[in-house]
């Protein structure tokens, strides 16, 4: 676990160095990390915790550690509940 951990940590160190590189910066705050196994784990960056999350919305799409489509299609239903669609 500790080496997986060191190498999450070295990965998010050179996306944020890449991202720099290029003039764009990444909101270390923002930063959610989506966790395949079973194992709960944090991660420390610049003294900022980056805890692993059951799910992430990216561009609108929302993952999940299972790689469903489930929670995704649960939001997308609910936030349609009443509306009205014509086409």
């Known amino acids: 676990m500790e080496e997986m951990k060191c190498l999450l940590t ?10 720099n590189a290029i003039g764009m910066i990444c909101n270390l705050f923002k930063t959610e ?3 395949f196994c079973k194992d709960k784990l944090s991660l420390s960056f610049n003294n900022t915790v980056i805890e692993l999350k059951d799910q ?3 561009l609108g ?6 790689l469903s489509w489930e929670p995704h299609i649960t939001i997308i239903i609910s936030s349609s509940v009443g509306r009205n669609f014509s086409l």
């Open 56 to 58: 992430v919305k990216v």
């Open 61 to 66: 799409v929302v993952m999940d550690k299972s």
């Open 33 to 35: 990390i989506v966790g």
């Open 10 to 19: 070295s990965t998010i160190k050179r996306q944020f160095e890449w991202l």
